[in-house]
C-alpha cells in the first residue's frame, strides 16, 4: 500500500499542481488553506519544515511572510515544480518519510507541518518517531488531515486501508492512491508514542456546510511539557 499511495503521486503530480494553482480544489479555497495558514502563523516561526510539500504553495506562502522553508517530498516531479517558482527563502528537496526516520535530515525547525500528507501507516510510524529531533527548542508540528468522523463514510470507525478516489477531479487523475483511516483516538495516540504531547485541536468549519473541513492537531515534544 504504501509503494501505491507513492505510484500514485508520480503519475498524477502534474495534474495534482495544475489543480492546485487553479484553485479547483473548493474545500481547500474555502477552509483548509486559509486554516493551516492561521495555525503557522499562530507559531510565530522563524524555520518551517513542509513535510510532502508537493507542488510548493504553503511553503512559497510562508516564504513570502519572510520564514525560511524547507519542503521536502518523495515525488521528485513535486520538489522541480516546487522549485521552478519558489520566493526567496523557499528550498526544496526530494527525501522520503523512511529517510528522514534513518537520519537523512540533521537539521531543527521551528514548526514541523504536514498538510494533508500523512496517507501511510509504516511510514508514519518511522517518520514519527524522528519528529521530535527536528524540532527547534520550543518548536511544534502542526498535522492538518481529514476529520475522520466525516471521513468515516459506510465503513466501522476503526483504522484501517480505505480506496481512494478522484470523484469531482478533472480527468487528467488516475490510479487513485490508498490511504491509512485513523480515528480521533488513533491520531492522538500516534503523536503520545514518540514523545509528542498534542496541546490543541483546531476543527476548521466549511462556511457553507457547517462542518468541519479538517482536523489540526498542535504537538509538541514531550521534554518542552
Known amino acids: 500500500m504504501e509503494g501505491q499511495i507513492l ?19 473548493l474545500s481547500r479555497e474555502r ?56 520566493p526567496p ?28 500528507s500523512l496517507l501511510g501507516n509504516g511510514s508514519l510510524a518511522e517518520l ?9 527548542p520550543g518548536g511544534c508540528v502542526l498535522v492538518q488531515t481529514l476529520h475522520p468522523l466525516l471521513v468515516c463514510a ?10 481512494g478516489s478522484w470523484a469531482g477531479f478533472s480527468p487528467a487523475f488516475r490510479a487513485p492512491s490508498p490511504w491509512y483511516f485513523r480515528t480521533m483516538e488513533s491520531w492522538i495516540r500516534l503523536f503520545s508514542r514518540h514523545d509528542l504531547v498534542v496541546r490543541e485541536m483546531r476543527e476548521p468549519l466549511d462556511p457553507l456546510s457547517g462542518q468541519p473541513g479538517s482536523v489540526i492537531f498542535l504537538a509538541t515534544a514531550q521534554s518542552a511539557t
Request: charged share 20%; hydrophobic share 50%.
Open 7 to 25: 505510484a500514485s503521486w508520480v503519475v498524477n503530480a502534474a495534474a495534482w499542481a495544475r489543480a492546485i494553482r487553479r484553485g479547483e480544489i
Open 31 to 86: 477552509v483548509t488553506n486559509g486554516a493551516i495558514l492561521e495555525a503557522i502563523t499562530a507559531a510565530s516561526p522563524r524555520t518551517l519544515l513542509d513535510l510532502g510539500c508537493g507542488e510548493g504553495w504553503l511553503a512559497h506562502q510562508c516564504a513570502r511572510q519572510g520564514i525560511e522553508v524547507f519542503g521536502i517530498d518523495a515525488v521528485a516531479e513535486f520538489t522541480t515544480i516546487a522549485a521552478e517558482s519558489a
Open 89 to 116: 527563502g523557499a528550498r526544496f528537496q526530494a527525501l522520503t518519510y523512511q529517510q528522514i526516520a534513518a537520519g537523512g535530515l540533521d537539521e531543527q525547525f521551528d514548526v514541523v507541518v504536514a498538510n494533508f
Open 128 to 136: 514519527f518517531q524522528a519528529l521530535p529531533k527536528l524540532l527547534a
Open 154 to 163: 459506510d465503513y466501522p470507525y476503526e483504522d484501517g486501508w480505505r480506496e
